[in-house]
């Protein structure tokens, strides 16, 4: 089966360090992607694992232990422009689907 | 400019009646997919197409119908057999080269409601 699990909604503050956590169990593993999606709009891609460790991109990295099935996605100097929904989607064993957990909704306060 | 294009943003239809939602790509890109959003959830994948004239179902393929005669263009019919087709659709394309970094690419969805 295909399951990936993420917390429904979060609430940080602007400046701070905000982590989201996503779980998975999914029948083949071919890399995890984080997408941020503000509402009523489509998904944009943030970033990409497909081997263990942390990857950097400015104000956001995404750490991925296939081991445990474990990945977070962790903002730093929190922006208001940051509120959205954040989507962790595994691709499959071959490549070819992405399976999307159900999404993390970030409300940043002034 | 490339990218992918979904129109109309928003329609209405009434119940029992087909409606088409049309998604087109320059990126060249080989594969297409349709998702499903509904308020507060994630995306459930529709259908998908490595390639033109071959499709295969998703998760939630009853109630649609799509056809890929054309690699840019990858149309969704929504039937009248789908019980709740109120919500929003996207559609989505990637390379689709075996890549490990390929990822996809939305266009800026449709949101159906249905009277």
């Known amino acids: 089966g295909q399951n990936i699990d993420q917390p429904t909604e979060m609430t940080a503050t602007e400046g701070a360090i905000v982590q989201i956590n996503c779980t998975y169990q999914?029948?083949?593993?071919?890399?995890l992607f984080w997408y941020q999606q503000h509402a009523g709009e489509a998904p944009t891609f943030l970033s990409y694992n497909v081997l263990d460790g942390l990857e950097e991109k400015g104000r956001f990295s995404s750490f991925l232990s296939r081991s445990k099935g474990y990945s977070y996605l962790l903002l730093k100097e929190l922006q208001m422009k940051d509120s959205a929904s954040y989507l962790c989607?595994?691709?499959?064993?071959?490549?070819?689907?992405?399976?999307f957990g159900p999404g993390t909704r970030l409300s940043v306060l002034p | 400019d490339g990218g992918i294009t979904q129109s109309p943003k928003y329609l209405f239809r009434k119940e029992g009646q087909n409606v088409t939602l049309s998604c087109e790509q320059n990126?060249?890109?080989?594969?297409m997919y349709w998702y499903r959003q509904d308020p507060g959830q994630g995306l459930r994948l529709i259908y998908y197409?490595?390639?033109?004239?071959?499709?295969q179902k998703g998760d939630i393929a009853e109630g649609y119908s799509v056809s890929r005669e054309k690699k840019e263009s990858f149309p969704l019919t929504v039937t009248s057999a789908q019980k709740n087709p109120t919500a929003f659709y996207l559609c989505a394309s990637s390379i689709d080269n075996g890549a490990r970094t390929d990822t996809q690419y939305f266009g800026p969805g449709t949101r159906l409601t249905v009277l």
């Open positions: 989607a595994v691709r499959d064993r071959y490549g070819q689907n992405f399976v």
């Open positions: 990126l060249n890109h080989d594969a």
């Open positions: 197409s490595q390639i033109v004239n071959d499709f």
């Open positions: 999914t029948s083949g593993f071919n890399g």
